[in-house]
């Protein structure tokens, strides 16, 4: 089964999953962060076949979020780094493991605890905050259409307003 496109989808959710929304590609960058840079170190931990593995590594210096060097000492090999845009990555995944901490990890257990080198701070639940600093929620926010305008908001929007028309 081919996996759908979302490259032309003029929505910044969409873009994100159509760059990193498949099964192995976060868990790269993931390792990545971790310290990972050989593919070797990659198959061993992930468990991932050599083909996948390949395919995902390139796509990820493709679409400019790993960059790829040969490595001086061993002319066949290669390392991999985080580009400034797989660095912006970083509060996707601290989230998505604060996120799984809290919903499937067992209650007050945390398999994997993020400080700050520097001072050894743990790092708090991330927030989605307004300018002024306030903590935001889902309740609190209504989407409204960009700069450049959004066909998938507007016919999101166009789908819901019939729905509540037809509502009794």
Same mark, same amino acid.
């Given at each position: 089964?081919? /996996? ?33 840079? /050989? ?84 790092? /708090? ?37 019939? /729905? ?5």
């Amino acid at each position: 089964m081919t /996996r759908q496109s979302f490259a032309d989808m003029d929505c910044g959710v969409a873009q994100a999953v159509e760059q990193i929304g498949d099964k192995w590609t976060l868990l790269i960058v993931r390792n990545v962060f971790l310290g990972m840079t /050989r593919f070797d170190d990659f198959a061993e931990h992930l468990g991932i076949a050599s083909n996948i593995l390949a395919g995902r590594l390139d796509m990820l210096v493709r679409r400019g979020i790993l960059q790829r060097r040969k490595l001086e000492t061993d002319g066949r090999g290669q390392a991999y780094k985080l580009s400034p845009k797989g660095l912006d990555l970083f509060p996707l995944l601290v989230f998505l493991n604060q996120w799984g901490e809290k919903w499937m990890g067992e209650p007050g257990t945390a398999q994997v605890e993020l400080s700050v080198r520097a001072t050894g701070c743990a790092l /708090r639940p991330l927030e989605v905050l307004a300018d002024d600093g306030t903590p935001v929620t889902p309740f609190d926010t209504v989407f409204g259409p960009g700069a450049a305008g959004s066909q998938v908001l507007e016919t999101a929007q166009e789908i819901l307003a019939r /729905r509540q028309a037809a509502s009794p």
